[in-house]
C-alpha cells in the first residue's frame, strides 16, 4: 500500500484482527453464518497482505496477480451465491473491489522519463470513484446500524462473545473503513 508506514501497519493490525475474528465466529456459527465469516476472514487477511507497507516489504510483481487470481475465485464464488441475497451482494462488490485494486496496483505507473503513460497506476478514475461512493454508504449504513445494537440492554440470555451481532458488525464496518482507505491510497 502506498503511503505513510504508520498507517499501513495500523490497516494490517486492523485487517489481521478482523481476518481472526471471523475465524473464531467460523468455530461456533454454522451453516450459511459460517460461510459469511470464511468469506470475510480471507477478505480480512488478504486485506492485511495487501495494506504492508512497501518500504517494509516490496511484493514482487507477480504477487498482485496471485491477488487478483485469489480474489478472483472469490468474486466467482460470490456470483455463485448472490442469489441467496443478504450479505453475499456485498461480499461479491468486495471481492471486485479487491481484485480491481490489485490489478491497478499490477499496472505500471506513468513512464517520467518518456512522459507517455504505460499503464493505469491509480485505477481508472470512474471505478474508483464509484467504489469510493459505495463505502462511504456502507460505512455509513452500518455506522447507523451499530449504533442501536451496542445501545440495547443486556437484559436478554448471555451470548458468546463470538456470535454477538454487534462484533460481527462492528467487523465489517472495520473492513469496509479499511477498504475505503485502500481505494483513497491508491
Do not use: D, N
Not at 475465524?23 to 488478504?46: D, K, S
Amino acid at each position: 500500500m502506498h503511503g505513510p508506514a504508520l498507517s499501513g501497519w495500523l490497516m494490517v493490525a486492523l485487517c489481521a484482527a478482523t481476518g481472526v475474528y471471523c475465524l473464531l465466529r467460523m468455530r461456533v456459527c454454522a451453516g450459511e453464518e459460517r460461510r459469511a465469516a470464511g468469506g470475510e476472514a480471507v477478505m480480512g487477511f488478504g486485506m492485511a497482505s495487501m495494506a504492508l507497507p512497501a518500504a517494509v516489504l516490496t511484493p514482487p510483481g507477480w504477487s498482485w496477480a496471485v491477488y487478483a487470481a485469489v480474489f478472483g475465485g472469490a468474486t466467482l464464488h460470490g456470483l455463485f451465491t448472490v442469489r441467496h441475497g443478504g450479505h453475499h451482494l456485498h461480499h461479491l462488490v468486495g471481492s471486485l473491489a479487491m481484485v480491481y485494486m490489485a490489478l491497478a496496483m499490477a499496472a505500471p505507473a506513468t513512464g517520467a522519463h518518456t512522459g507517455h503513460t504505460v499503464g493505469t497506476a491509480g485505477g481508472i478514475p470512474v471505478l474508483t470513484g464509484g467504489l469510493l461512493l459505495y463505502y462511504m454508504a456502507y460505512v455509513l449504513y452500518a455506522g447507523a446500524r451499530l449504533v442501536p445494537v451496542a445501545a440495547a440492554t443486556a437484559s436478554g440470555p448471555t451470548r458468546a462473545w463470538a456470535t454477538r451481532p454487534e462484533l460481527t458488525l462492528a467487523c465489517r464496518l472495520s473492513m469496509a473503513l479499511a477498504t475505503l482507505a485502500m481505494l483513497v491510497a491508491l
